[in-house]
């Protein structure tokens, strides 16, 4: 709820008194695009209860869609928030004209970042190479399908936000997720370089261009 800097499961916890052990968070990675053609897909669904997890689970499995079960609430719905932000950075360096090698170093950075994120405001034993994490986040910054990655890409190629918001007719989540995540970081002090990067450019109005090559600047 980018309102009040909460997840969904924080909201329905907080303003509503469900237990986290009622909530089941389902996440990917997947695009809707490819469930509706039947292509095979994996999906993590994550519950305080694993056995509401399982339960939650037999329910979508079939032919085209395996499930994963998960106790990491909190970690897996962040990462989808996070790799909103980092699917906008990849739309932007593509816009920008910066090539698949790139993308590669940009994405090893940006699960490095998610791992920092978590490990800092709720540290958990969770692999962050796994599909609700590594996962979600490829099919998030390379997919054509990613409506974050479009909105980055507009962004790099000169759109202004408005102009790209309008022209989508879409909502790019990760737009709200960086102030979000950036306003929720003054607490922690997270090294997020590419939140930052994004943040700039999306709420600053700092060149695109400029921000990146800085932001290229700092990888090894």
Request: overall charge neutral; proline content about 2%; charged content about 20%.
């Amino acid at each position: 709820m980018p309102e009040e800097n909460i997840t969904i499961a924080e909201f329905f916890n907080q303003f509503y008194d469900v237990p986290f052990d009622s909530i089941g968070i389902i996440t990917g990675p997947c695009h809707a695009e490819e469930v509706a053609l039947e292509r095979l897909s994996y999906l993590t669904i994550a519950s305080k209860s694993l056995k509401k997890a399982g339960e939650i689970a037999s329910l979508l499995d079939c032919h085209y869609i395996k499930t994963i079960t998960s106790k990491d609430i909190y970690g897996t719905e962040y990462s989808a928030v996070l790799k909103n932000i980092f699917a906008i950075a990849a739309g932007i360096c593509h816009g920008l004209g910066y090539g698949d090698n790139f993308q590669a170093v940009l994405i090893s950075n940006a699960i490095q970042e998610i791992k920092r994120f978590l490990d800092k405001t709720y540290k958990n034993k969770r692999k962050i190479n796994s599909s609700a994490y590594l996962g979600d986040l490829l099919v998030t910054a390379y997919s054509q399908f990613s409506r974050n990655r479009t909105f980055g890409t507009m962004i790099g190629k000169g759109y202004s936000v408005k102009s790209a918001q309008l022209e989508m007719n879409m909502v790019a989540e990760g737009y709200y997720s960086a102030s979000c995540i950036k306003q929720i970081n003054e607490k922690y002090n997270v090294k997020m370089p590419i939140t930052d990067a994004v943040y700039n450019i999306l709420y600053e109005k700092i060149s695109p261009k400029i921000e990146i090559k800085l932001l290229a600047d700092s990888f090894h």
